[in-house]
């Protein structure tokens, strides 16, 4: 029986799900799209999880975290919620000696976070500008034709770097489109955007930040050798890549996961058998106060498990009340 740690990172774009033993060596990744719906995705990522481990398991501590950590903490019973700047730090950390910066860019946003003497210290967010998203740069690859794994390597070709307009994702489009109706190469275009990307990340998330290495790259972008190669001609520093990169929030959460089971010796998973149960969510308008709080409520199979969103608590605490006079 193997003893683990289930971290899951659900995000607008993937929702990634990692098992981790005791000795912080990852057993199983998941990486799978949310496109719109995380509760799918989550119980997609725990049923291809369970099914990449042919050892005997058992699940000592589960973290969450992305911008859905609490509707999948509600769903597979977490012990740990915490927000994606402390679970991308915190998995640095541990497999980045004396990390210093992290850059992480995924689909639809993009941080930095500045650490020292091992402790988070600041960080930055761009959640608003698409220009230095993940999802951009998928969307300017579909344009001209290439498949998105093959953008970096040929931006690694360009022999003469155009500039493009980095600033907004709509005058870079315009621009790129400028710039192929000149006659410029494709390789060339698409280091200027890797470069225009770059220059907005630390422009906009960098600005007045002292950046010190070593400097970590995480998220999906970190995959795309072009950004990378950018960063380091931009900073004249190198830049790390971790093995895992992609999954380094879900990593976090198993790490934070296993320190809370070293505290408090139990968990509240609720087992993967969960993927087999039916969930919808429902939502309504508060009209007891002038907060007019909306309301969101989980069900499992008809039975009501969660509510959330209420400022004063009522709805929520009422379904805690109820669930414990069950129990």
């Known amino acids: 029986m193997i003893n683990c740690y289930l971290g899951i990172d659900v995000g607008s774009v993937s929702t990634n799900v990692v098992l981790m033993n005791d000795d912080k060596e990852i057993i199983g990744k ?27 398991i058992k699940v000592k501590g589960v973290g969450t975290t992305g911008s859905g950590r609490h509707l999948a903490s509600m ?8 927000n994606e700047i402390t679970a991308h730090g915190i998995a640095a950390l541990n497999f980045v000696k ?3 910066t992290i850059f992480e860019i995924g689909g639809q946003d993009s941080k930095i976070i500045l650490l020292r003497d091992g402790i988070i210290s600041d960080f930055a967010m761009n959640t608003v500008c698409a220009a230095g998203t993940g999802s951009f740069l998928d969307r300017q690859a579909s344009r001209i034709g290439i498949e998105i794994q093959e953008f970096g ?9 155009v500039r493009i307009a980095g600033r907004c994702a709509v ?10 109706q000149l006659g410029h190469n494709q390789e060339d275009i698409i280091k200027g955007l890797c470069d225009a990307l770059v220059r907005n990340f630390l422009n906009n998330l960098g600005k007045g930040k002292e950046i010190l290495g070593p400097i970590v790259f995480q998220g999906g972008v970190a995959a795309n050798a072009g950004i990378k190669k950018s960063f380091e001609e931009a900073l004249k520093q190198e830049i790390y890549v971790p093995p895992h990169h992609n999954v380094m929030g ?9 320190e809370k089971a070293e505290k408090k010796n139990t968990t509240q998973f ?28 989980i069900m499992r199979d008809g ?3 969660a509510r959330w969103g209420d400022k004063c608590c009522k709805w929520s605490d009422k379904v805690k009340d109820d669930i414990e006079k069950l129990a």
Not at 250 to 258: D, P, S
Request: proline share 1%; glycine share 10%.
């Open 30 to 56: 998941v990486y799978t799209s949310t496109q719109g719906k995380p509760i799918d995705a989550i119980k997609r990522g725990l049923k291809e999880i369970k099914a990449q481990v042919r050892d005997e």
């Open 75 to 82: 769903i597979v019973g977490g012990d740990v919620v915490k």
């Open 303 to 305: 039975q009501l498990m």
């Open 171 to 180: 005058f870079a489009e315009s621009d790129m489109i400028h710039k192929q």
């Open 98 to 100: 004396g990390v210093k």
């Open 153 to 161: 390597e040929l931006a690694l070709k360009s022999k003469n770097t």
């Open 250 to 258: 879900a990593i976090g959460c198993c790490l934070l996961a296993q």
């Open 270 to 297: 609720k087992g993967f058998d969960i993927v087999n149960s039916g969930y919808q969510v429902k939502g309504f308008e508060c009209e007891d106060c002038s907060n007019l709080c909306e309301v969101v409520e």
